[in-house]
């Protein structure tokens, strides 16, 4: 469908964020996640760990219902009420170190409307760009999806049947949920707001972020990747996991510097799909 002339003005649309790579922020974050150590200053920021920085940092009175910044500012301003992270693709290029300062460059590279089994969507992908130290880091083209105000689909979710070579097991609790929404400044109330979240929303509970989900499929490339540093790491999202229910994190080997990785639901569903590679 063609996109309005209002909303294709967005396109190409910049802006810049600087901030230092806080050695409070990544200390909180292996707390979060339960490490024994913490990454240290000059050492390498771990691969999903980037979401930490560079948010946007919205007063209270600019929120809308769903805790989430109103329509406006960089993003286009999208008349439709539901706004989810569906997927990325990242570029690990060089090695973004704890304590330096950094850079992220931002651009919308392209909006696309759609029509879905739930109404009217539009899909917006936007270029994040990291340097420090005068060059670049890590390079991102995010999918933002808009959708209306229908409950979650009723239908039985995808599920993933592949054989995995490893599993890890893993429960999101709502103190997980809080302070990862807290190092992320993410005020989506899905992850919080138990009310809102099966009220207005239609889920059965407090959603899991999938950046989280995305960063505990990078931590086991890592684990399995004999020591290499991710080169990339391309994720989409397909059906939401919730807090208290277990799910599984998997993985194979797909090629010499290639991981098939994937996240499933307690009842075996597929929940996210990924592809890491290494340097």
């Known amino acids: 469908m063609t996109v309005a002339p209002e909303l294709e003005a967005w396109i190409g649309r910049e802006e810049e964020r600087n901030e230092r790579i806080l050695p409070s922020a990544v200390c909180a974050m292996a707390a979060t996640l339960d490490l024994e150590r913490a990454p240290q200053p000059g050492e390498p920021l771990p691969p999903g760990w980037q979401w930490l920085f560079f948010n946007t940092v919205t007063p209270r009175s600019g929120l809308g219902p769903d805790g989430h910044p109103r329509r406006g500012g960089f ?14 693709r990242i570029r690990y ?4 170190c704890i304590d330096t300062a950094a850079t992220r460059r931002s651009r919308i590279l392209k909006i696309e409307s759609k029509v879905g089994k739930s109404g009217s969507l539009f899909f917006v992908t936007v270029e994040h760009t990291i340097s420090s130290g005068g060059a670049p880091r890590i390079r991102e083209e995010q999918d933002i999806v808009y959708r209306q105000p229908t409950p979650p689909p009723t239908a039985t979710p995808p599920r993933h049947n592949d054989t995995p070579q490893w599993t890890r097991t893993f429960e999101a609790d709502t103190t997980l949920l809080f302070r990862y929404s807290a190092l992320t400044f993410n005020g989506h109330r899905i992850h919080y707001d138990q009310a809102y979240a099966r009220g207005e929303e239609g889920y059965p509970d407090l959603v899991v972020h999938g950046p989280l989900t995305a960063t505990l499929l990078q931590q086991l490339a890592l684990q ?8 990339g790491f391309d994720f989409r999202g397909v059906t939401p ?8 994190l998997e993985g194979r080997a797909s090629g010499e510097d290639t991981l098939a990785l994937w996240a499933r639901g307690p009842d075996g569903e597929l929940a996210m799909a990924a592809t890491a590679t290494f340097r």
């Open 75 to 88: 993003l286009p301003p999208i008349d439709l009420p539901r706004r989810m992270w569906a997927g990325s």
């Open 93 to 96: 290029l060089a090695d973004l």
């Open 224 to 231: 399995h990747g004999g020591g290499r540093a991710l080169a």
């Open 241 to 248: 996991l919730f807090v208290g229910r277990p799910f599984q």
